[in-house]
């Protein structure tokens, strides 16, 4: 079979009316910066671009040098295309406006542009994740509430695993796709077309550090899987926890599995651990479209209504039925506390 690339891809969806001319372009425009963003973190020591920034970014975590190196990357590369009406990052407390010398569009595009960037000091891969959302019509200066809009809305979201491959994993509500970079001509091409989850899992991830943290219907659903056979699951089940969500949510959309990141006792008051708007919702987007399901244990993800650009949520996603079983825990713990 002939391979095809992203631009053919983009152009059929484009055909197809899934997308608009300027969504196809923003695409591009993120696809092209990623690949960037690729070629910085691969040259790791020799590019000078390990280590820390020696800054702190909104949410008060230290920045890598490959946090603001991949952000500037994006933003660049964003603003004179005429696409955009504003941007909004993880490692911005504001979302950034396009300059006034350069045409606006009507899309508003979150990312967070190094996910796991614990890992880059240590050659473990990392990625970048974006959402894309529709301005408002009536709105030309796009300020944070006109990006507070549910995971629903997404026109698009996509994530990108700087790996051994580097990889494009991209939805537009009609399936899910994998494109892998062809190094030798630059381009990404399409690797899987309709990517399916399986319902059903052996393999979790989560951050077992935090067990004693945890609430009481989470320490059982992971208590069960940990009994295995002699357990009432009746079967093992394996783990594994890369600490990139890009790279655990890849080896799901892969394999299939569940990936969780709780509310435990240490970050309870800020929500969760995960982004709910660049993180938790292009996420969810994806997965859903594989035919999984994204929960925050209590409620689908995509179904919280934001109240703000930094929001954090608890995060269940993968295979439905693992999913599902988690969910139901919480809520049946919930509905006994009245
Ligand atoms: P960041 O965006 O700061 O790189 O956060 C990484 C996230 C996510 O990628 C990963 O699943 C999780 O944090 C790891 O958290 P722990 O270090 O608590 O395991």
Same mark, same amino acid.
């Given at each position: 079979?002939?391979?095809?690339?992203?631009?053919?891809?983009?152009?059929?969806?484009?055909?197809?009316?899934?997308?608009?001319?300027?969504?196809?372009?923003?695409?591009?425009?993120?696809?092209? +910066?990623?690949?960037?963003?690729?070629?910085? @973190?691969?040259?790791? !020591?020799? =590019?000078? &671009?390990?280590?820390?920034?020696? *800054?702190?970014?909104?949410?008060?975590?230290?920045?890598?040098?490959?946090?603001?190196?991949?952000?500037?990357?994006?933003?660049?590369?964003?603003?004179?295309?005429?696409?955009?009406?504003?941007?909004?990052?993880?490692?911005?407390?504001?979302?950034?406006?396009?300059?006034?010398?350069?045409?606006?569009?009507?899309?508003?595009?979150?990312?967070?542009?190094?996910?796991?960037?614990?890992?880059?000091?240590?050659?473990?891969?990392?990625?970048?994740?974006?959402?894309?959302?529709?301005?408002?019509?009536?709105?030309?200066?796009?300020? +944070?509430?006109?990006?507070?809009?549910?995971? @629903?809305?997404?026109? !698009?979201? =996509?994530? &990108?695993?700087?790996?051994?491959? *580097?990889?494009?994993?991209?939805?537009?509500?009609?399936?899910?796709?994998?494109?892998?970079?062809?190094?030798?001509?630059?381009?990404?091409?399409?690797?899987?077309?309709?990517?399916?989850?399986?319902?059903?899992?052996?393999?979790?991830?989560?951050?077992?550090?935090?067990?004693?943290?945890?609430?009481?219907?989470?320490?059982?659903?992971?208590?069960?899987?940990?009994?295995?056979?002699?357990?009432?699951?009746?079967?093992?089940?394996?783990?594994?926890?890369?600490?990139?969500?890009?790279?655990?949510?890849?080896?799901?959309?892969?394999?299939?599995?569940?990936?969780?990141?709780?509310?435990?006792?240490?970050?309870?008051?800020?929500?969760?651990?995960?982004?709910?708007?660049?993180?938790?919702?292009?996420?969810?987007?994806?997965?859903?479209?594989?035919?999984?399901?994204?929960?925050?244990?209590?409620?689908?993800?995509?179904?919280?209504?934001?109240?703000?650009?930094?929001?954090?949520?608890?995060?269940?996603?993968?295979?439905?039925?693992?999913?599902?079983?988690?969910?139901?825990?919480?809520?049946?713990?919930?509905?006994?506390?009245?």
């Amino acid at each position: 079979m002939k391979p095809v690339s992203l631009i053919q891809f983009l152009i059929e969806e484009r055909r197809a009316g899934h997308i608009n001319t300027e969504l196809s372009l923003l695409i591009e425009v993120v696809a092209r +910066a990623c690949k960037r963003i690729g070629v910085a @973190t691969g040259k790791g !020591a020799l =590019g000078g &671009v390990l280590g820390a920034a020696g *800054t702190d970014n909104v949410q008060g975590e230290a920045q890598k040098k490959l946090d603001v190196i991949s952000n500037e990357i994006l933003l660049e590369a964003n603003a004179w295309g005429g696409h955009l009406a504003a941007c909004a990052s993880e490692e911005m407390e504001d979302p950034q406006p396009i300059p006034d010398m350069y045409p606006k569009g009507q899309h508003l595009l979150l990312f967070d542009p190094l996910d796991g960037s614990s890992n880059i000091d240590v050659n473990i891969s990392v990625g970048t994740i974006f959402s894309v959302l529709r301005c408002p019509d009536d709105v030309t200066d796009p300020k +944070a509430e006109h990006f507070l809009q549910a995971g @629903t809305t997404q026109l !698009a979201a =996509g994530y &990108v695993v700087y790996g051994p491959s *580097t990889l494009l994993v991209l939805t537009f509500g009609h399936g899910t796709h994998e494109f892998t970079l062809d190094r030798e001509i630059g381009s990404f091409t399409l690797s899987r077309r309709d990517i399916r989850i399986p319902e059903q899992t052996g393999e979790f991830a989560i951050n077992m550090s935090n067990q004693r943290h945890w609430e009481a219907p989470m320490q059982r659903y992971i208590g069960e899987l940990l009994a295995g056979k002699d357990g009432p699951r009746g079967r093992d089940f394996n783990m594994r926890w890369v600490a990139s969500m890009v790279a655990d949510v890849h080896r799901i959309v892969t394999r299939g599995g569940v990936f969780f990141y709780p509310l435990d006792a240490k970050i309870k008051s800020k929500g969760g651990k995960l982004r709910l708007m660049y993180e938790a919702n292009p996420m969810a987007f994806i997965v859903e479209q594989a035919g999984g399901a994204a929960t925050t244990g209590r409620e689908r993800i995509m179904d919280v209504q934001p109240t703000g650009l930094h929001q954090r949520v608890p995060v269940f996603l993968g295979s439905s039925q693992e999913v599902e079983h988690a969910t139901r825990y919480h809520r049946e713990a919930d509905s006994a506390q009245g």
